[in-house]
C-alpha cells in the first residue's frame, strides 16, 4: 500500500486537553528556578559585573557567570560531529563574542525572583565593533575547497549555452520560533541526573551532557516525550543545558530555566543568511549545459557550519557540466544551525528562481523547460535515482492549479486594483536515514508495545509508529502503545534530516518479521489468541537494530554512542531524493504593492507514505512556513552592534490565517523499492523547498520585478526612481 490510513494522532486528545507534558511540565518537587543574563554588546569582553542588587533580591542562591563559572565543560561541536550548538562554553572566559550571548546564570527560590535578580545585574564590557552581517569590515572568509563539486568543463559549457543566467540571489536569517519556549529541567538523585529539556535529539543531548559534566553517559537521562516545534532548533544540544545541569548539583535542589522568546533569539541557533552566485546556462532547444552554485554562508567566528546546499541543487537537472562551492563566512554571530530543510530552503530559493529566469529569457513555459531537463541519475557521478517522481508531481500540481491558461506576458491578468502572476518551483529533499533499534513487545491479548528513543516533534511519529507496528502484526492500530523521547529506551535516531519515519518502520519490521519467524504467524492471518496458544507463551519480545545500507561499519557503531550517522541523498551507489512542484498564484496591489498567496499548491511523491493525514499536514506546514520565508520571515541584525532588533513574535513575522488562503497538497503516489526496506522517503521538511521561488516566480509575472532575496517585501516592488 503507497498510502497509508489517514489514523488520527493517538496523541492528539493529550495535546488538546493539556495533559501531554512537554519538557517544562514535569514536575520536580520544589525546583530552584534559574534566568539567564545575556550580553548586551555585540563584541568585546565583561570588564567587571556587580551582582550586588541581584543577590539582595529575596530568595537569591547564586550568581554563575565567568568570574564565578560552573564546572562545565565544552562537548564537541554537531558540526564536527559533536553533539553541542557551538564549540565553546559560556564563562570560559570574559569574552563576549555576539550581541545576546549568556554571561550569567542566576539561581533563586522563584521564578520571579530569578527574572528579577537577572535584570538588576550591571555588567559591564569594553565594547568593540562586530562584523556581524554580511558587508561589515572584519568578517573573515574560509574556503571549503572539499565541498564542493566539479564535472566537466564549466567555462566552455557556459559558452555553448544560447541563453544564460548568471545572478547573486540572497537569503536572509531566520529564527526558528517554535512554539514551545526552549527549557530545561534538571534533577539528581545521588549521581544519577535526568534531564528534561525539548529535544529532537535525547541520545546525543544525553552523551553531550555527559560529555559537559565530565561523567559517565550511562548516569544521564534525558527525558523529551513530546515537543512543542523542532524543525532543527531542538536538534543540537543548548548551551545552557549543561550548566542548568551543574547549577542543581551544586545547590542540591533541582532546578528549572525558562529561555525567554527573546533569548531564544541568541541562545539557540537559527538559520543563516546566504549569498549564492548562481549560473545556468541552455541551448536555444532548452537543454541546460553548464550549471554553477556557489555559497557564502555566516557563521560564528569559531565553528564552521555551513549548510552547501550546492551539494543537492546539483543534482536536479541535466547539465554537461557542474561546479559548486561554498565558503564559510565567519562573524560575531553565535553558531547557526539546523532549520527545516536547512540546505534547501535557502539554495533552491536561487537555484528555482534562476531557471524560471532562464525559461523567460528562452520564451518557454516553465514546466516544459524542467521536462526537458529530467533526469535518471544525478548529472554529477551518473548515479541513478532509486525513484524520481518530479514530472508526475509538476502534471498533477499544473492540472489542479489550471497551468494551461498560463500565459508568459508580465502583467498578463489583472483583477480591479490587482495584478495576478503565476510561478511554480521545484521541491525536493534527499531520503536519508540513520541506524536504529527498536523493541518491540506483544501479548496474547492482542497488544503491542513499541520503544525507541525516537522522537515525535508534532509530526505525528507516534501515531507513525503504531501504524507501522500494527500493520506489520496484522493487528488494529489502537492495540499498540508507543514510548517515544526517552534516552533510556532503544537508541533511536535524531528527528532531522527527516530521517524518523524511514528508520522506524524499517527497525519495526525488521523486529515484527522476528515476531513473525519465531512465532511461525503473519500479517494477514494474525489472531493473537491462537497464535500465542499455539505458540506456548504468553507473550514474546524482540529486539531489532536497523542499519541503513550505505551505512560503513563505522556509522553502525554510533547506535549505541549517542552520535549520528545520517545516510542517503547522493550516495555512491544511489541517490535518493523526494520530489515535489509547488504552484503560487500571488497578487499585487497595484498602488500599494501588497503582496498576497490566494492559491499555493504543492504535489509530491515521497515513497511510501504511513498516513495520508499525517503527511498531508507535514506538505501544508512546510508550504505555509515557506509563505513565511518568501514575504515575512526576518531576523533583523543590526549592523552596529549585532543586535538582534526583532527578537519577539510580534516583529518576527510570521503567516498567519489571513496570509493562507487557498492551500492544498496532492500526494501523488510512488513505490520506491531501493531506497529502504520500508519504502519510505522522508516528508518533514519537503514542504517548505521551492514555495519562496514560486512566489517570487509568480511576483515577477505580475509586476516584472525580478527579486532575487528573501524575504520579499512591499518596497521591493515600489516603482524605482
Ligand atoms: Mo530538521 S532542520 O533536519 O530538524
Redesign the pocket.
Known amino acids: 500500500m503507497s498510502i497509508g490510513n489517514p489514523v488520527h494522532r493517538i496523541d492528539g486528545k493529550l495535546k488538546v486537553t493539556g495533559s501531554a507534558n512537554y519538557a517544562a511540565d514535569f514536575s520536580v518537587g520544589t525546583p530552584l528556578y534559574a534566568e539567564l543574563v545575556t550580553s548586551t554588546v555585540g563584541l568585546g569582553r565583561v570588564t567587571s559585573i556587580d551582582d550586588s542588587a541581584a543577590r539582595a533580591v529575596p530568595g537569591v542562591r547564586a550568581v554563575y557567570s565567568h568570574a564565578n563559572p560552573l564546572p562545565v565543560d565544552a562537548a564537541d561541536f554537531f558540526g564536527a560531529g559533536g553533539r553541542a550548538q557551538q564549540s565553546w562554553r559560556p564563562f570560559e572566559s570574559a569574552d563576549v563574542r555576539f550581541n545576546g550571548e549568556i554571561v550569567g546564570l542566576v539561581v533563586a527560590d522563584t521564578l520571579i525572583g530569578a527574572r528579577e535578580a537577572a535584570r538588576s545585574m550591571r555588567v559591564q564590557y569594553e565594547e568593540q565593533d562586530p562584523a556581524a552581517v554580511f558587508g561589515a569590515s572584519g568578517l573573515e572568509p574560509e574556503d571549503l575547497p572539499d565541498r564542493g563539486l566539479s564535472m566537466g568543463d564549466i567555462e566552455q559549457a557556459m559558452e555553448a549555452s544560447s541563453q544564460r543566467v548568471e545572478e547573486t540571489y540572497t537569503t536572509y536569517a531566520n529564527t526558528h520560533n517554535a512554539m514551545e519556549l526552549f527549557s530545561t529541567t534538571a534533577q539528581w538523585a545521588g549521581d544519577e541526573l535526568t534531564v528534561y529539556v525539548p529535544s ?1 535529539w535525547v541520545e546525543g543531548f544525553a552523551a553531550g551532557i555527559a560529555e559537559e559534566l565530565g561523567i559517565d553517559a550511562a548516569r544521564v537521562r534525558v527525558v523529551s516525550p513530546y515537543v512543542g516545534g ?3 532548533g531542538k ?1 543540537s544540544l543548548f548551551t545552557w543545558t549543561a550548566m542548568v545541569a551543574a547549577a542543581a548539583r551544586d545547590q542540591g535542589r533541582p532546578v528549572k530555566l525558562y529561555v525567554t522568546r527573546e533569548q531564544g533569539f541568541t541562545t539557540a541557533s537559527y538559520r543563516a543568511e546566504t549569498e549564492q552566485d548562481f549560473r545556468l546556462g541552455a541551448t536555444a532547444d532548452g537543454r541546460f549545459t553548464g550549471f554553477e552554485h556557489q555559497g557564502r554562508e555566516i557563521s560564528s567566528r569559531a565553528d564552521t557550519y555551513v549548510v552547501n546546499g550546492g551539494e543537492n541543487t546539483a543534482r536536479m537537472y541535466h547539465a554537461d557540466a557542474v561546479r559548486t562551492g561554498v565558503t564559510c563566512i565567519h562573524a560575531d554571530r553565535q553558531t547557526p544551525g ?5 540546505p534547501e530552503a535557502p539554495y533552491f530559493f536561487a537555484l528555482e528562481s534562476g531557471v524560471d529566469e532562464l525559461a523567460w529569457k528562452l520564451s518557454m513555459d516553465p514546466v516544459e523547460l524542467r521536462r526537458i531537463n529530467d533526469i535518471d541519475a544525478e548529472p554529477v557521478n551518473g548515479v541513478p535515482f532509486t525513484s524520481r517522481s518530479l514530472m508526475e508531481c509538476y502534471d498533477a500540481a499544473a492540472e489542479r492549479f489550471g497551468w494551461s491558461d498560463y500565459e508568459q506576458t508580465v502583467g498578463a491578468r489583472t483583477e480591479g486594483d490587482w495584478l495576478v502572476g503565476w510561478g511554480c518551483a521545484t521541491a525536493t529533499y534527499p531520503t536519508q536515514m540513520g541506524p536504529c533499534a527498536v523493541r518491540i513487545h506483544f501479548d496474547a491479548t492482542g497488544q503491542a508495545r513499541v520503544w525507541v528513543a525516537s522522537h515525535d ?1 508534532g509530526t505525528g511519529a507516534y501515531t507513525v509508529i503504531a501504524q507501522a507496528t500494527a500493520l506489520a502484526l496484522g493487528i488494529p492500530v489502537d492495540s499498540v502503545k508507543v514510548e517515544l523521547g526517552d534516552s533510556r529506551l532503544p537508541p533511536g535516531t535524531i ?4 530521517i524518523s519515519t524511514a528508520s522506524n518502520v524499517s527497525a519495526i519490521e525488521m523486529a515484527v518479521a522476528q515476531i513473525h519467524d519465531r512465532m511461525g504467524t503473519t500479517a494477514e492471518t494474525m489472531d493473537p489468541t491462537a497464535a500465542f496458544e499455539a505458540f506456548g507463551q504468553r507473550a514474546i519480545e524482540e529486539y531489532a537494530e536497523w542499519i541503513p545500507p550505505a551505512a560503513s561499519r563505522q556509522q553502525a557503531k554510533t547506535l549505541y554512542n549517542g552520535k549520528v550517522a545520517i545516510v542517503g541523498g547522493a550516495e555512491e551507489d544511489y541517490t535518493a531524493f523526494a520530489f515535489g512542484a509547488q504552484f503560487a498564484e500571488v497578487r499585487v496591489h497595484k498602488y500599494t504593492r501588497e503582496i498576497r498567496v490566494p492559491r499555493l499548491i504543492g504535489a509530491f511523491a515521497a515513497g511510501r507514505i504511513m498516513n495520508e493525514q499525517t503527511a498531508r499536514s507535514q506538505y501544508l506546514g512546510g508550504m505555509i512556513w515557506g509563505i513565511g520565508h518568501a514575504l515575512l520571515e526576518k531576523t533583523e541584525v543590526d549592523p552596529r552592534n549585532g543586535k538582534i532588533v526583532n527578537a519577539n513574535i510580534a516583529e518576527y513575522l510570521v503567516p498567519t490565517n489571513a496570509d493562507v488562503q487557498e492551500l492544498e497538497a496532492i500526494l501523488v503516489p510512488e513505490t520506491d523499492t531501493k531506497v529502504n526496506p520500508a519504502g519510505v522517503k522522508g516528508i ?2 519537503i514542504g517548505i523547498v521551492g514555495t519562496a521561488a514560486a512566489i517570487a516566480n509568480a511576483v515577477y509575472h505580475a509586476t516584472g520585478t525580478r527579486v532575487r532575496h528573501t524575504p520579499i517585501h512591499v518596497e521591493d516592488l515600489l516603482p524605482q526612481a
Open positions: 529532537q523542532g524543525f532543527g536538534g539546523f532549520m527545516r530543510a536547512p516533534v528527528a532531522g534530516g527527516s518533514g521538511e
